[in-house]
């Protein structure tokens, strides 16, 4: 891998919205993993170890974490967009990533194009589509190489030429009192190359904006926050360096009938009366378009809660599904006819107390409360 497709996260192991103690958790596990002394005279564990060290050491300090998440591995060039004057101290960092990667981290050798930025696309789905996943296409305004310098920034037939003030470092040096100073080169501003002749089409910058459009494939299982990464589908690098990523953030509609926690699904279901003294099952539909049959015990209250395993959403990138929760709602009739009254008429006179258990114990209580 590159250096310029290493990324701090990626090293970790962990997601770019990962909490200090995830971070601090993953990098004990890679580091203990990886560690020298536990793989004597293995070079690639060794590499490994430090990297993940470098890495950790940068996540773990906010402000480190902000640079590095806004402007990538640039924030630790010398001379780049995290130096200067109240800025953080990346000095030391730039080198051990030197040390580990190489140039790209550090301040040394040849200027190198800064990787191009991370873009976010928000999209909105059904549940059924969260349920069963789907393929999509979207289309996106980004920055692309150009395809007539494909993306060198200068006119066919011509190439850059390195600049002569900072031989192609991207940065010079000025000494002011005691102190020497280093900032982007003013002629070729930070980037070591002067194109003579610019690009007509995309004026030297290597890249133009293009509407683009993208399959995405939104696995089963997905819920709100959910966050699909496209590698390389983000803006293009200027003058040819590599393209960002473009990060799909899921948003789920909510459903008229099914409310979601994870992988449960849950509904609030109506019975009669009659129903819930006598039992019996019902048939609901699920959101995967089939049946569920529900059995409904004799005597079931309003609020009681009935769990059908293995009916809920999928559970991402594994196996298996969650649980479907139905809520029972005891409906009272609002409109008799003549009949039925009389029978709820006999009925009533027939009750004896101990077919509601649960009113007879208020109403004793109410008694001893207040003395009869």
Known sequence: MSTTETDLYELLEVSRDADGATIKSAYRKLAMKHHPDRNPGCTESEGKFKA????????????????????????????????????????????????????????????????????????????EEAFHGKSTEIEIEVSQNCETCHGSGATPGTRARTCNLCHGQGSVRAKQGFFVVERPCPNCHGSGEVISSPCRDCRGEGRIDKVQALEVDIPPGVDTGTRIRLS?????????????????????????????????????????????????????????????????????QSGKQLRQRGAGMPVLQGRGRGDLVVEIAVETPTRLSKEQRALLEQFRELETGEECPESRGFFDKLKDAFGG
């Open 52 to 127: 993940v060290s470098a890495a950790y050491e940068v996540l773990k300090d906010p402000q480190k974490r902000a640079a590095y998440d806004r402007y990538g591995h640039a924030a630790f060039q010398q001379g780049g967009p995290g130096g200067g004057p109240g800025g953080a101290d990346f000095g030391d960092l730039g080198d051990i990533f030197e040390t580990i990667f190489g140039s790209a981290f550090g301040g040394g050798g040849r200027a190198r194009p800064r990787r191009g930025a991370d873009l976010r696309y928000d999209m909105q789905i059904d549940l």
């Open 232 to 300: 390389g589908k983000g803006e293009a690098g200027p003058r040819g360096a590599p393209p960002g990523d473009l990060y799909i953030f899921i948003h789920v509609k909510p459903h008229d009938i099914f409310q979601r926690e994870g992988t449960t699904l849950a509904t609030r279901v109506p019975i009669s009366f009659t129903a819930a003294a006598l039992g019996g099952s019902i048939d609901i539909p699920n959101i995967d378009g089939e049946e569920v049959t529900i059995e409904i015990p004799a005597g079931i």
